[in-house]
């Protein structure tokens, strides 16, 4: 279909995110990343 919204990016990019990262689980602190990366690992759509 060609009516879909090109992908913001290629498949296999990967970028820093320029925010920290925190999750938490049952109000536990299970992730604190400063270094995180986005990655791209496929479209979220298929064509």
């Known amino acids: 279909m060609t009516d879909y ?3 913001i990016a290629p498949v296999d990019h990967i970028e820093p995110v320029p925010r920290r990262i925190r999750a938490f ?15 791209w690992e496929w479209p979220f759509y298929r064509s």
């Open 25 to 39: 689980l049952a109000g536990v602190q299970v992730l604190d990343k400063t270094r995180a990366r986005y990655v």
């Open 5 to 7: 919204p090109k992908a």
